[in-house]
């Protein structure tokens, strides 16, 4: 006998029905707006890559690449060895210099993307091994002017989709460059070796390959060691302390909070100078980076291109859908139905289905029963859909030629015309018609 079928999504996977579905195509349109606002471009790119562009790109010492990618090889001969992304911008990269998008001496290039990504962690919430990202990267722009533009932006649209600016925390730190962080990462791997005894085996394991890492652990032994560790913003050279200082005299202009917090290291080799994330508690466990970047202005010359600065950020799709549920907000806010059109009986379908119809055609999103249930169960749905206006439809008022109308914030009815029936429900729903 077959064993029986395992009908569930796979672990750390899951299903995005509506209303998440919704929300993700909410806070994609938000994004399509808000970055096209800021002279950014949509680009897709493959989901999965030559498993190189990601070991050279995001760093064989990573947690991401040493242990969560998702790699196979594929069915070529010889077979080659292929990995889905687990995040977009080396992609992104990869794209830009098989394409060279930016010719030396060209112009800035703004590209954004939405889609899942793929990480082999251990699931829990906010932490997912599907996660869905909206992200944008800029290449070709090395002035300080583009990182504070590049957080604004991920700033305005925390702001845009409903989470304030007081429910947010934006940390900002500089990873210096290759001038000044080698000197650094060595003294960071010799202070470990100095703590050997009270430090946890990953950090150990850890000191030659990615000793700055040791800033992320959780461990509290490592923690309370790692709080006395020279920082990198005592060492920077004179070039990534101008330019650190120069981000952050630009988000003071704008008035954009920012809170410095010198072990931001992130989990991902190729930042120099600039880094950032942005957390919030509520809705959220330990898990609570809901988008981060920073500045990769060697990263290009990682796929053997020619120097390019670059920096950009991603947002976590689930996070910031948890934080802003958290908040008050979230997908059950987001607008559906706003006219549900109901009838008293059956004998008048055809008039309920053509005033439907001409509310679709005149851009209104209506909806109406076809299960043949009870008024009372019909004004119910609409309720549940979040119909803003009920339009009803009765022998009287079909033979009348009338449509009387409810609306649902206020509770007030009134009856018009058929023909005025969709000016009427306009006015009711706030919108302006010529
Ligand atoms: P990241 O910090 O690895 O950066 O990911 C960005 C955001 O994706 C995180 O802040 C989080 O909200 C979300 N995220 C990451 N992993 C998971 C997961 N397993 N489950 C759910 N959400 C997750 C990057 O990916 C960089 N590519 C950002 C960047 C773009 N830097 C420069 N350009």
């Known amino acids: 006998m077959a064993s029986q079928m395992n009908a569930r999504a796979p672990k750390g996977t899951a299903d995005m029905l509506p209303p998440t579905a919704r929300a993700w195509e909410h806070l994609t349109r938000t994004a ?25 790109g995001i760093g064989e010492a990573t947690d991401i690449v040493s242990k969560e990618m998702y790699t196979f090889l594929d069915k070529g001969n010889p077979p080659r060895s292929l990995t889905l992304r687990p995040e977009g911008t080396a992609s992104v990269v990869r794209a830009a210099l098989e394409h060279n998008l930016i010719p030396s001496g060209g112009p800035v290039v703004k590209l954004y993307y939405a889609g899942p990504m793929f990480r082999y962690e251990r699931p829990q919430k906010g932490r997912m091994r599907q996660f869905w990202q909206i992200g944008a990267e800029m290449l070709g722009a090395a002035e300080p002017s583009a990182d504070a533009e590049l957080i604004t932006l991920l700033w305005r649209f925390y702001e845009a989709v409903g989470i304030p600016a007081s429910s947010m925390r934006l940390l900002i730190n500089s990873m210096g460059d290759e001038t000044c962080r080698p000197a650094y990462r060595d003294k960071i791997a010799a202070y470990i070796r100095d703590h050997a005894d009270g430090m946890c085996e990953e950090c150990n394991r ?3 390959t990615n000793p700055l890492r040791a800033f992320d652990c959780k461990n509290p032994a490592c923690k ?32 954009i909070p920012y809170v410095e917090d010198p072990s931001l290291v992130r989990g991902l080799d190729y930042y120099t100078r600039t880094v950032f994330e942005v ?19 060697r990263l290009m010359q990682e796929y053997d291109g020619p120097p390019t600065p670059g920096l950009g950020f991603a947002l976590g799709f689930e996070r910031t859908l948890l934080a802003m549920e958290a908040l008050g907000g979230g997908a059950e ?8 059109v109901a009838r008293v009986d059956g004998s ?13 055609d005149s851009g209104v999103a209506a909806e109406t029963d076809h299960q ?5 169960s019909q004004f119910k749905q609409a309720d549940r859909l979040g119909a803003r206006v009920v339009a009803v439809l009765g022998p009287d008022e079909v033979a009348a030629g009338q449509v009387k109308l409810r609306d649902m914030t206020s509770k007030e009815e009134t009856t018009v015309s058929m023909s005025e029936a969709a000016s009427a429900i306009s006015a009711l729903l706030g919108r302006q018609r010529d």
Do not use: W
């Open 32 to 56: 399509q707006e808000l970055f096209a606002r800021y002279g950014y471009e949509p680009v897709y790119t493959p989901l999965f890559e030559n498993t190189e562009v990601f070991t050279r």
């Open 206 to 208: 850890r000191v030659e």
């Open 224 to 255: 309370e060691i790692m709080s006395g560790a020279p920082l990198l913003r005592d060492e920077l050279c004179d070039e990534c302390a101008e330019h650190y200082s120069a981000v952050k005299g630009h988000l003071d202009s704008l008035g």
């Open 279 to 297: 957390q919030v508690d509520a809705g959220l466990g330990s898990q609570n980076a809901i988008g981060g970047g920073g500045r990769y202005d």
């Open 333 to 340: 806010g987001i607008a559906k139905t706003e006219v549900y």
């Open 348 to 360: 008048v379908s055809g008039a309920v289905f053509s005033l439907v119809s001409a509310l679709r």
């Open 372 to 376: 043949g249930r009870s008024l009372k």
